[in-house]
């Protein structure tokens, strides 16, 4: 079955320390991909998606991600971590001929001062 | 350029009876998806409508259903609502090809009583 995993449920960083939050899938090929946020009680924000070419994606707010097929993985990276990056991220695929997004159970970041 | 706009913001409903919700896409969208997220979990996909047809259906009962209209809005309907209804209701437009990725909307909270 398709399914996608964010095995950390909740990240503490300091501020202006590093962030890197995982992502893995289990799809039969190469789906879309997509890293969203949402502060609690609003909806989803896209920060950066990727569907093909340059394996290194560069999204808003000084977010990336990097694609490795070797490993079904997309993981989210930020250098330097603000107080208002606090928020539960989610990783989201959907297959090239599919409709649906399927979404990970989300990693709920809080930053520390 | 308008994102996607949901209504009501919050609902409260009293159990069996129906609820009407309702978003209107991102300009220039032309596919409304809908989702549920229950607390503490990644939203769950409901179905997807593309001209006014439903393209795929997740695993919900016949109570949830849905339409399109040709200016490309959408409702979601719950009929017989039940406590386990109760959760954040997410719209996502996008265009049938996903150039654009999924934009989704802040939602309709929905409490069952």
């Known amino acids: 079955a398709q399914s996608v995993t964010q095995p950390d449920i909740h990240i503490t960083v300091s501020e202006g320390a590093s962030l890197e939050l995982r992502c893995n899938y289990s799809?039969?090929?190469?789906?879309?991909l997509f890293w969203y946020v949402q502060s609690p009680g609003q909806g989803l924000q896209l920060l950066l998606k990727?569907?093909?070419?340059?394996?290194l994606v560069q999204g808003i707010k000084g977010f990336e991600a990097e694609f490795k097929r070797s490993q079904s993985s997309f993981n989210l990276r930020k250098p330097s971590v603000h107080w208002s990056d606090a928020a539960e991220y989610f990783c989201?695929?959907?297959?090239?001929?599919?409709?649906?997004?399927?979404f990970g159970g989300g990693t709920r970041v809080l930053v520390k001062p | 350029d308008a994102g996607v706009t949901q209504s009501p913001t919050h609902l409260i409903k009293t159990r069996g009876q129906q609820v009407t919700l309702r978003c209107s896409p991102k300009?220039?969208?032309?596919?409304v998806s809908w989702y549920q997220q229950a607390l503490g979990q990644g939203p769950q996909f409901i179905f997807q409508?593309?001209?006014?047809?439903?393209?795929q259906r997740g695993n919900f009962p016949d109570r949830f259903s849905g339409h399109q209209f040709p200016n490309y809005s959408s409702e979601l309907n719950v009929n017989a609502l039940l406590l386990g209804d109760s959760a954040l209701y997410l719209c996502?437009?996008?265009?049938?090809?996903?150039?654009?990725?999924?934009?989704f909307g802040s939602g309709t909270r929905l409490t069952v009583v």
């Open positions: 996502a437009s996008s265009l049938v090809n996903r150039d654009d990725g999924y934009t």
């Open positions: 799809y039969g090929a190469t789906p879309y």
């Open positions: 990727y569907f093909s070419g340059d394996t």
């Open positions: 989201a695929v959907v297959t090239a001929a599919g409709n649906k997004l399927t």
């Open positions: 300009s220039g969208h032309d596919t």
């Open positions: 409508y593309y001209e006014e047809e439903e393209r």
